[in-house]
């Protein structure tokens, strides 16, 4: 029979072996733990300062790139779009702080900047759907013709696209009374905002995208949203090129988005590096490339297949031809 004493004896003996265990955790194993820490710390530090240093060697490196290409962006683009007029459309989110550098590189191409249209995120806001889509039947021009069932932002594509680009060099920076009532219809009702004269029709669009992907459960129509403006500047002009950063060709983005959207992704160009002097060169080729009746995917993000279209300075690219329909 087991007793008090056995018990005792047993509670005795487990507490002097954990007395023993912690004794040599504390002596036998102290010194083997303590050298183990201290060589990972070692190699953790020596770690992250090589990594300090790689990333320090690289921005120096993407700084000096940087600082050559913009010494020599006007060399670059010289010549490749002689008089061609282009217009600005901003999506809501993209940011303002952009469009100075890109009027600028177009200019050096040659290319005339005939203003900007910068869409409010009321263009966009779910409650807002059937007011563009009445707005849109309404200032539209005699003789417009949409697509059957096409959905409201499809329909504004149309009015918008026709009312600042065209694809007849011969009416392009003239100002059109239809273009003018479009575009102040759609500013009085808090859709858009606008800079310089695009009423003043030009030939190419520069379609700028949001930096980040829209967000909530209207984000998917959002996005077709700006993705159908942009197909439809297309139609309507001579070239579309869709820019942005790499964000915007990443999952959720715009740019993404119109690379998966079957003929606007076949029709307009993009280049996801827009926040690049190297970029911005991109641009003005493959609005070059647009003319000419190409289009392709540039920059570094996913979908991408090539950094830039080939470069050709100082050749004029023959006409792009006229789409049906827009």
């Given at each position: 029979?087991?007793?008090f004493?056995?018990?005792?004896v047993?509670?005795?003996a487990i507490f002097l072996?954990?007395?023993v265990?912690i004794?040599?955790g504390?002596?036998?194993l ?8 201290e060589?990972?710390?070692?190699q ?7 990594n300090?240093?790689t990333?320090t060697?690289?921005?120096?490196r993407?700084d000096?790139n940087a600082?050559f290409?913009?010494?020599?962006t006007?060399?670059?683009?010289r010549g490749q ?5 282009f217009?600005l459309?901003?999506?809501p ?6 469009r100075?550098?890109i009027?600028?590189?177009?200019g050096d191409?040659?290319a005339?900047?005939t203003?900007r249209v910068?869409?409010?995120?009321k ?6 759907t059937?007011?563009v ?6 200032v539209?021009p005699a003789g ?10 499809a329909?504004a594509?149309?009015v918008l696209a026709?009312?600042v680009v065209?694809?007849?060099?011969g ?5 059109d009374p ?8 759609f ?5 858009l905002a606008m800079?310089?004269s695009?009423?003043?029709?030009a030939t190419i669009a520069?379609v700028v995208?949001?930096?980040?992907a829209?967000e909530?459960?209207d984000a998917?129509a959002q996005?077709a949203a ?5 197909a439809g500047?297309?139609?309507?002009g001579?070239?579309?090129?869709m820019?942005g950063t790499t964000?915007?060709s ?6 993404s ?7 606007a ?5 993009t280049?996801?590096t827009v926040d690049m002097?190297a970029?911005r ?6 609005l ?11 920059g570094?993000?996913?979908d991408?297949?090539a ?6 300075p ?9 789409a049906s329909?827009?």
């Amino acid at each position: 029979m087991i007793d008090f004493r056995y018990h005792l004896v047993s509670i005795v003996a487990i507490f002097l072996a954990l007395t023993v265990g912690i004794v040599l955790g504390s002596t036998v194993l102290e010194t083997a733990f303590y050298k183990s820490a201290e060589e990972t710390t070692a190699q953790l530090r020596q770690s992250n300062a090589e990594n300090r240093d790689t990333i320090t060697a690289l921005k120096s490196r993407e700084d000096g790139n940087a600082s050559f290409v913009t010494a020599h962006t006007a060399d670059l683009v010289r010549g490749q779009l002689p008089g061609e007029r282009f217009v600005l459309i901003e999506a809501p989110g993209a940011p303002a702080g952009r469009r100075d550098d890109i009027v600028k590189v177009l200019g050096d191409s040659g290319a005339v900047y005939t203003g900007r249209v910068s869409l409010t995120e009321k263009f966009l806001a779910a409650d807002q759907t059937n007011v563009v889509d009445q707005l849109a039947s309404t200032v539209a021009p005699a003789g417009t013709r949409f697509a059957d069932g096409a959905s409201p932002y499809a329909k504004a594509a149309t009015v918008l696209a026709g009312a600042v680009v065209t694809g007849d060099r011969g009416q392009a920076g003239r100002e059109d009374p239809a273009a003018v009532s479009v575009l102040e219809a759609f500013q009085t009702g808090g859709f858009l905002a606008m800079g310089g004269s695009p009423a003043q029709r030009a030939t190419i669009a520069i379609v700028v995208s949001p930096d980040q992907a829209y967000e909530g459960e209207d984000a998917e129509a959002q996005t077709a949203a700006i993705v159908s403006l942009a197909a439809g500047l297309d139609s309507a002009g001579l070239g579309t090129v869709m820019v942005g950063t790499t964000a915007a060709s990443g999952t959720g983005g715009v740019i993404s988005a119109l690379h998966d959207a079957g003929e606007a992704a076949s029709n307009v160009s993009t280049v996801d590096t827009v926040d690049m002097p190297a970029g911005r060169i991109a641009v003005v080729y493959a609005l070059r490339e647009q003319l000419a009746g190409r289009s392709g995917a540039y920059g570094v993000g996913s979908d991408i297949t090539a950094f830039a279209p080939p470069a050709a300075p100082g050749v004029s690219p023959s006409p792009k031809p006229m789409a049906s329909g827009g």
